[in-house]
C-alpha cells in the first residue's frame, strides 16, 4: 500500500512554487481559468431554473420531484464549500481544483444523458458537492497570487463572478433550451470542463498537499457538518412547499439540523483536528463581512427568483422572455466594475457598501408598485439600478472579508464567506415562498371581500363578463361557467402581484436595516494589501 501511494505523494510534492516566483502573465492566466470555472459552478445553480418545466417533462418527472433537481445541487454544495480548505491543505490546490473540473464535466455530462428523474437528482448531487470545491479555491488562489495594486482588482472579479453568474442563469438556461433542448445545459459545460482539468494542473502549482491530514480526519466532526448544512438547506428548500414543521419530514430535517449543528460546534472549538477552521469568527471585520454576504445573498437569490416567477407566473412569459427580460441586471454588473474598481482605490470602502446597500433597497422599492401590467420596459430601471448597486455591496463585502484576512487563514476565511452567501440566498428563497404564498392567500381574501361589499358593481360586471362569453357560445350555463373562471383568474393575478410587491417592500426594508453596520467594519487599505482586521 505504501508503495502504491508513493508516486501519488511525489505528484503532491513536486506541486509546490512559490506564487512570488511565477510570471504575472501565468498568474493571471491561472486566477482567469480558475475563476471560470468558479463561474461555471454558480452559474448551475440558477441555469435550470427557467427550464425545470422541460426537464420535468422529458423526465415525466412529478412537481415535488422536479423541485428536488435544485434542491440535491444546493444540499451538496453547501456541505463541500467549508470543506474545501482541509481538502486544498491535504491534496494542494491545483489537484483539488483539477479534479473538481474533472468530476464537475463528467455529472454535467450524465445529468444531459439523464433517462429518469432519480438518476438527474444523484447527478446533480454529485454536480454540486464537486462544484462546490471549485468556489473558495477559486477565492483563497485569487487573493495568494496577487499582492499590492494587483489585489486590488481581485475583490472585483470575485465579486463579479458570484453575483453575475446566478443572475444570468435563467437567461442561458431558457435560451439554451429554447434554441436547442434542456440536456444542452448541462452538455455545453463539457469543453470548458476538460480544457479547465487540463489546464490548471499545469500552470497551478501553488502549495504543497499534506497527505498525512486524510489520516487524521475527525468523522464525527464530518458527519455531523453534512448533517447540519444539509439538513438546514432541506428544511429551507422544501419548508414553504409542505407549512414548514407541520409536516413530519422537514421536522425531522429541522431537528437533525440542529443537532449537527450542536455536534459541529464541539467538534470545531474543542476537537484536536477539526475539519473546518472557525478562527476567522475572531475577527469583527470578518464576521460582518460575512454578515454582509448573508444579505448579499438573500438579496441577489431571492430577486433572481422573485422576477422570473413574477414573469412566467403572473404576465405567461415563456424562458426565452423572461431571460430577455432579467438580462438587464447581468448587464448593469458588468457594467459597473470599471467604476467600483476605480473608486475602491480612492474612498472609503465602507461608503461604498453603504451606497450599494441603499441602491439595491431603493431598486427593490421601486419595484413595489408592480401589477400585473409589469414586463421588460417596466422593470428595466429596477433592475438596471439593482445590477449596479449589487456590486457595490459585493466588492467590499469580499475585501471586507477575505483581502483583511492573514495569509494562513484565507483558505479558512473562504470557505465560511462563500457558503454565508448560499446560506443567505437559501434563506431569501424560503422566505420569499412563504411570503408570497401568505399574502397571496389574504389578498385573495381581501379582494373577495371588497367584491362581497359591493354585490351591485360585482354583479354588473358579472353580467357583462357572462354576456362577453355568451358570444363565443350559445350554452347560457357554459357561457356563465367561462365568466365565473376569468373573473377569478382575475382575482388570483391582482392578489398575486400585491403579494410579489409586499416581498420586495419587505427585501428593500431588509437592506435598509443592514446599513448601519458597515460602519463598524475595518476595511483593508487603499491599494488591496491585506492586514489582520480585529
Known sequence: MASAALPFRRLLASAAVDPSTMSLRRKFLLFGIMAFGMFMAILDIQIVAASLNAVQAGLSAGPDEIAWVQTSYLMAEVVMIPLSAFLVRSLSTRWVFAGSAALFTLSSAMCGMAGSIEQMIAFRAIQGFVGGAMIPTAFATGFTLFEGKQRAFIPAIMGLVPTIAPAIGPTVGGWVTDAYSWRWIFFMNIVPGIFITIAVPLLGRIDKGDLSMLKRIDWLHLVSLIVFLAGLQYVLEEGPRHDWFQDTKTAIAGWASLIGFCVFMERSLFGKHPLVN??????????????????????LYASVYLTPLFLGRVRGFNSTEIGQTVFVQGVAMTCS????VLLSQRVDTRILIICGLTGFAASLWMTTGISPQWGFEELFWCQALRGFSMMFCAVPAVGFGIGTAPPEEVGDASGLFNLSRNMGGAVGIALVNTWLQDMGKTHWLHLSEAMAAAPQGASEMMSGMTAMMGQMTSDASQAALMADSIVNRILVQQSTSLAFDDAFGRMALLFVCALPLALLAKPPPVGGEAVAAH
Do not use: D, E, K, S
Request: aromatic share 24%; with cysteine.
Open 278 to 299: 472557525l478562527r476567522p469568527f475572531r475577527r469583527r471585520t470578518f464576521a460582518i463581512a460575512c454578515f454582509f454576504n448573508t444579505v448579499i445573498g438573500f438579496g
Open 337 to 340: 466594475i470599471p467604476f467600483i
